[in-house]
């Protein structure tokens, strides 16, 4: 019995030597190689400081930025927490949840329908990105909140929305915290 027990237990412990040490290893090493920015979680850095990653959401409550979507991770935007809320399409929780934030927005800017992902959260919970929709639809809070002409907001807008890779792949959409970094360093060159 014992003659036919040790090979498993070598198999066993190679495959996993090699599955559980030396293949991460080599792919982290790879990675730093060849995409050290992206293997190191893509951050984004304003003078000299990391204030987020392209990849994770962040709370943005001010009326003076664009929004991102809600956050279903632990206590809001928790990348340590990070998942969707779980909450099936007739959760009475979920129903009320997000009449509560459409009304809330809706007050924002009355004149345009609230676009849902202003009200529904991701499945990560933690998607940085909007659609142009959604970050035109703040425009008039942030321009009155900035003291901004409306038309100079929608051309900022315009100039973030990333389009569909190669022409075909996902959506159009506007990276949240890049767009309020270019707010920021347009405003601040205005004076």
């Known amino acids: ?19 559980g040490v030396v293949y991460p290893l080599a792919m982290t090493g790879i990675g730093q190689a060849l995409f050290p920015r992206q293997a190191n979680g893509s951050l984004v850095e304003r003078d000299g400081r990391v204030i987020g990653s392209q990849w994770i959401g ?56 609230v676009p849902v992902d202003l009200v529904t959260s991701s499945a990560s919970g933690l998607d940085p990105d909007i659609t142009p929709a959604a970050a035109y639809f703040q425009v008039p809070r942030v321009a009155a909140a900035r003291h901004l002409p409306e038309a100079w907001l929608r051309q900022l ?33 205005r004076g």
């Open 1 to 19: 019995m014992f003659k036919q027990l040790w090979p498993a237990i070598g198999m066993i412990l190679i495959l996993t030597l090699i599955t």
């Open 58 to 113: 962040q709370g943005f409550s001010s009326p003076r930025y664009f929004q991102g979507r809600p956050s279903a991770a632990g206590n809001g935007y928790d990348a340590a927490n990070s998942s969707g809320a779980n909450l099936g399409p007739t959760s009475k929780k979920l129903i009320d949840r997000v009449k509560t934030d459409a009304t809330k927005r809706q007050t924002e800017n009355p004149a345009a329908p």
């Open 157 to 189: 807008v315009e100039a973030h929305i990333e389009e569909r890779f190669l022409g075909v792949f996902g959506e159009p959409h506007v990276n949240v915290l890049r767009l309020n970094m270019a707010l920021d360093a347009v405003q601040a060159r």
